[in-house]
Antibody, heavy 120, light 113 residues
Framework: QVQLVQSGAEVKKPGASVKVSCKAS????????IHWVRQAPGQGLEWMGI????????SYAQKFQGRVTMTRDTSTSTVYMDLSRLRSEDTAIYYC?????????????WGQGTLVTVSS | DIVMTQSPDSLAVSLGERATFNCKSS????????????LAWYQQKPGQPPKLLIY???TRESGVPDRFSGSGSGTDFTLTISSLQAEDVAIYYC?????????FGGGTRVEIK
């Protein structure tokens, strides 16, 4: 079945960087865009950006421009989200999610989430 | 960016009763060329990622119980649970995919009365 499996929880100090992975299985990796969405504790869902696993091009939410980089490794069917210059407000669960094919752009499925805690 | 506003913030409903909650977009998400509303609904249970329930505003995802239904068009949308079950306790989010960035509503928490 289609599955996205993310890397484990991270604890980082302010100013550091974090790299979260998302390994896809059960489908043709390069055929579907992958999005990253985060959720701060007790809060709603915030879109961070999108990567095209085929060519590797990525587009980011304005809020994260300059701090986020999304990459992929087609040999392992894995996408990565790198967030730099971390601050306490970046403490959140980070999700990867596959975009549907065709005209619609809903997200299904989602990875299990990766908790990133930023604390001194 | 399109702002999605959900109401109410929380809702307590008795088991077996109907639960209805709303989602409003700051601009229309109806694409005139195909007459489709670019809106999805997700269910998020504690400690789990969101799960897709409905897309195109009213199309149920495969495997989603038929007690869940979506309706609405343009800027105003509704998700209805026709007979609330204990396993439906969750937060429900709407999302527009009409334009980039995709945006989510703040969620409606559904509890058992």
């Amino acid at each position: 079945q289609v599955q996205l499996v993310q890397s484990g929880a991270e604890v980082k100090k302010p100013g550091a960087s974090v790299k979260v992975s998302c390994k896809a299985s059960g489908y043709t990796f390069i055929s579907y865009y992958i999005h990253w969405v985060r959720q701060a504790p007790g809060q709603g869902l915030e879109w961070m950006g999108i990567i095209n696993p085929s060519g590797g091009s990525a587009s980011y939410a304005q809020k994260f421009q300059g701090r986020v980089t999304m990459t992929r490794d087609t040999s392992t069917s894995t996408v990565y989200m790198d967030l730099s210059r971390l601050r306490s407000e970046d403490t959140a669960i980070y999700y990867c999610a596959r975009e549907s094919s065709g005209a619609g752009h809903w997200f299904d499925p989602w990875g299990q989430g990766t908790l990133v805690t930023v604390s001194s | 960016d399109i702002v999605m506003t959900q109401s109410p913030d929380s809702l307590a409903v008795s088991l077996g009763e109907r639960a209805t909650f709303n989602c409003k977009s700051s601009q229309s998400v109806l694409y005139s060329s195909n007459n489709k509303n670019y809106l999805a609904w997700y269910q998020q249970k504690p400690g789990q990622p969101p799960k897709l329930l409905i897309y195109w505003a009213s199309t149920r995802e495969s495997g989603v119980p038929d007690r869940f239904s979506g309706s609405g068009s343009g800027t105003d949308f509704t998700l209805t649970i026709s007979s609330l079950q204990a396993e439906d306790v969750a937060i429900y989010y709407c999302q527009q995919y009409y334009s980039t960035p995709p945006t989510f509503g703040g969620g409606t928490r559904v509890e058992i009365k």
